[in-house]
């Protein structure tokens, strides 16, 4: 057979050790074969080396309509409170459509060179900042299709209930491109009826709903249980996640447990950012810092579906941040003390394969027929990809190449 690109001597994600390296032949944009020593001709082809090879990366939580605009927000010198939603809201009348295009295609790009070939932004609607925001990440869609496949969700960040003219907004987005609903109940003087009307909108329009829910330092009310009684009353079970959930990272082992049974159960995936929740929690002590951050290795074992955003990138939520996943993940693996070769399998996988089935992409993952979207890393298996932050040296988006980093080279006397 005649190939558009072949990739020779990669190891794929679920590879043995001790098994030979495969070749991955490309066709009209998908996985033709696989197998050691292909034949045939191919207009492309790139040597692997015994390095890996995955699908990309799959980013489900990220805010690109306020990225990159820390210069523009007022710093503050005090630790508690951060206030970064109020200070971003002091300048969101600042986003113009072209402004937000620029900030966003900025963060896409490095996200892209870091391996990213899919992406869920949340993007936020309000009377302040209208449906600039949106119309400015969802220019997006097209324009970088070549390189990633990118969905938008919005969402009410300074509250629904208590904020007039936010739904109309909300509704507005979704006639008109946003393909997933979300929500901030925490920023509403009415928590419960924010979640039970973006429960409606869900159902209204048919599509899927993932909320940021439950960040704090007790666990005296939990959004996410609402979300779950509504997700089974609904018979969304698999449409719903949950992103953040700090408030379980402060519950003992066996209330945690019943937590997580009760999300998967329902059917409620789990999202954490690991950088904002380390950034922003634990601000109400001034020792012993808590982690804020939930060990989503321990709800994995229980079934839930867990994945780990890149959430903001330079602004006043978390003020640092280049677009690279891996590293978000890594971060993870470190504040959660899980170290041994199945707890950074499963975290991989919730960058990969576990944080498509929360977007729902059935068609993710390396096999004859799949879309041939394609990530080269600078390491033999996931696990040293994840312990070293391995860098992407080549991505490709069906077929195509889209990125190229040449591996380091030390210059030595």
Known sequence: MDFDLVLRNVRLPESKPDQPTTDIGVKDGRIAALAPNLGGSAKDEVQGGGRLVCSGFVDTHIHLDKACILGRCEHTTKRNPHLAMERVSAVKHTFTVEDVIERASATIEKCISHGTTRMRTHCEVDPKVGLRGFEGVKALIDKYKWAIDLEVCVMPQEGLTNNPGTDE?????LKNGATVVGAAPSYDSDSSAQVRRIFEMAREFDIDIDMHVDSGATAEHLDTLLVCDLTEKYKRGGRVAVGHVGKLATMPGPALDNVAKRMADAGVAATVLTATDLYLGGRHTDHNVPRNVVDLNRLTELGVTCSIGSNNILNPFTPFGDGQLLRQINMHAIV???????????????GTSSAA?????DDYGIKVGGPADLVVLDAPDPIMALRTTAPVLAAFKRGRRTVTREPVRLHRP
Do not use: C, H
């Open 357 to 361: 089935k929360v977007m729902r992409k």
């Open 169 to 173: 907004l909300m509704i507005a987005a």
């Open 336 to 350: 959660t003390q899980r170290g041994n070769d199945d707890d950074v399998r499963a975290l991989w996988n919730m």
